[in-house]
């Protein structure tokens, strides 16, 4: 069983940067997909970004230009470089590892952006 660490939220003010940190306990295999998404509070999961085992990289439009996702394979951890935070990023993002057979969640970290 994969475990996955996320970490990195916070509170900052808008215009502000930050780093959520995606670490598993184990190597990502391959082929697999790992995915940032965040939730609001009585709102649906929404997608955030992925990478895929290959390098391929993918963005919801809503952060495309501002947020990059990547991985550092020797720490088995895959990152999401936020800039020029928005209030309306303000969710808890959780990190998703997806194989061919199977689906592992973080537990989730909570990222506040306000004045």
């Known amino acids: 069983q994969v475990q996955l660490m996320d970490s990195g939220g916070g509170l900052v003010r808008p215009g502000e940067s930050l780093r959520l940190s995606c670490a598993a306990s184990?190597?990502?295999?391959?082929?697999?997909?790992v995915s940032w998404f965040r939730q609001v509070s009585g709102k649906e999961r929404e997608y955030v970004a992925s990478?895929?085992?290959?390098?391929?990289?993918k963005y919801a439009d809503s952060v495309k230009g501002r947020f990059s996702i990547s991985r550092d394979s020797a720490k088995n951890t895959v990152y999401l470089q936020m800039n020029s935070l928005k209030s309306e990023d303000t969710a808890v993002y959780y990190c998703?590892?997806?194989?061919?057979?199977?689906?592992?969640w973080g537990q989730g970290t909570q990222v506040t952006v306000s004045p």
């Open positions: 998703n590892y997806m194989t061919t057979i199977q689906d592992f």
């Open positions: 184990e190597s990502f295999s391959r082929p697999s997909t």
């Open positions: 990478i895929t085992s290959g390098g391929y990289t």
